[in-house]
C-alpha cells in the first residue's frame, strides 16, 4: 500500500489548534451516516460526519455523545464508540484535530435538529460526496476499513 504525500504547514502562534469530535454512524446495512452541512454555516453545502466541538473540561467521548444527541436526537454512549482514525488540517485560521468514532449502538432514530440532511451512504457511495478538506481523508481510513 502506497502513502499518501501530505505537506503540513507549520504551526502558526496565531492559528490555535481547534479540537472537534465526529461519528462514523453505521446501519445494521453497514451503510454510514453523512449530514449535510445548514445554508447558514461555514462550508455550507458540503457533506460531514456528525460531531462538533469538544467543550472546556470534556473528553472527546463525552463531547460526541452529547452532539450527537443535539444534532440527531439519538442517544448513545461513551462504551459504544470506538476510535477509527483522526484527521489533522490546518484552516487558514485554526488547525483542526478531529478524532473519528465508529457508533453502531444507539436509541432512537437519527433526525436532523439543525437544518442539516441526512443520508446513509454505501462505502462505495461516500467518494461521491462532496465534503470538507478534514474529512477527505477519513473516508480513505473509512474505506479501507470497510
Not at 504525500?5 to 462514523?24: I, K
Not at 460531514?48 to 473528553?59: N, Q, R, S, Y
Not at 437544518?115 to 470538507?132: I, N
Amino acid at each position: 500500500m502506497a502513502c499518501i504525500d501530505v505537506t503540513l504547514p507549520p504551526v502558526a502562534p496565531d492559528r490555535p489548534l481547534l479540537l472537534v469530535v465526529a461519528a462514523a454512524l453505521f446501519d445494521a446495512e453497514g451503510r454510514v451516516l453523512l449530514a449535510q452541512r445548514p445554508p447558514k454555516k461555514v462550508m455550507a453545502g458540503l457533506w460531514e460526519f456528525p460531531g462538533g466541538k469538544v467543550g472546556a473540561f470534556e473528553t472527546p467521548e463525552h463531547a460526541l455523545v452529547r452532539e450527537l444527541n443535539e444534532e440527531l436526537a439519538i442517544d448513545t454512549s461513551v462504551g459504544c464508540l470506538w476510535p477509527l482514525s483522526f484527521a489533522s488540517h490546518a484552516y487558514e485560521k485554526f488547525h483542526l484535530l478531529m478524532p473519528l468514532f465508529s457508533c453502531r449502538v444507539w436509541t432512537g432514530t437519527p433526525v436532523p435538529k439543525e437544518g442539516q440532511k441526512l443520508v446513509w451512504v454505501t462505502k462505495q457511495e461516500l467518494k461521491h460526496y462532496d465534503m470538507p478538506p478534514a474529512d477527505k481523508p477519513l473516508v480513505e481510513s473509512l474505506w479501507h476499513l470497510l
